[in-house]
């Protein structure tokens, strides 16, 4: 299974990007698909996340209001609509897939599948 996110890039603060994460290769109902961050020097930190059977959405306090996560289920895909940007929101963005439900969709640890990840850059 690979997961291929893209849709980053250079924005200026207030402005939007849309986030895009599709998987291909040997792909499963999976039971959830979320994104992470990591900004340079930090930890990754939970985004946002969304279960593919009943669309419950989770977002991290930071991004509430501003970020919105959807898929497209034919394609097993997952969405990232950022808008309000703000440079603190800079980092590099991973999208990852969850086959089944264990812990927390807030916790990486959860995720079986990892992207390679999409630099978004929010300039002030």
């Known amino acids: 299974v690979q997961l291929q996110a893209s849709g980053g890039g250079l924005v200026q603060a207030g402005g939007s990007l849309r986030l895009f994460c599709a998987a291909s290769?040997?792909?499963?109902?999976?039971?959830?698909m979320g994104w992470f961050r990591q900004a340079p020097g930090k930890e990754r930190e939970f985004v946002a996340a969304i279960t593919l059977n009943g669309g419950r959405v989770y977002y991290a306090d930071s991004v509430k209001g501003r970020f919105t996560i959807s898929t497209e289920l034919t394609k097993n895909a997952v969405y990232l609509q950022m808008n309000s940007l703000k440079p603190e929101d800079t980092a590099v963005y991973y999208c990852a897939a969850d086959r089944a439900p264990r812990w927390s969709l807030t916790s990486a640890n959860e995720y079986d599948y990892w992207g390679q990840g999409t630099l978004v850059t929010v300039s002030s």
């Open positions: 290769g040997r792909t499963f109902s999976y039971y959830a």
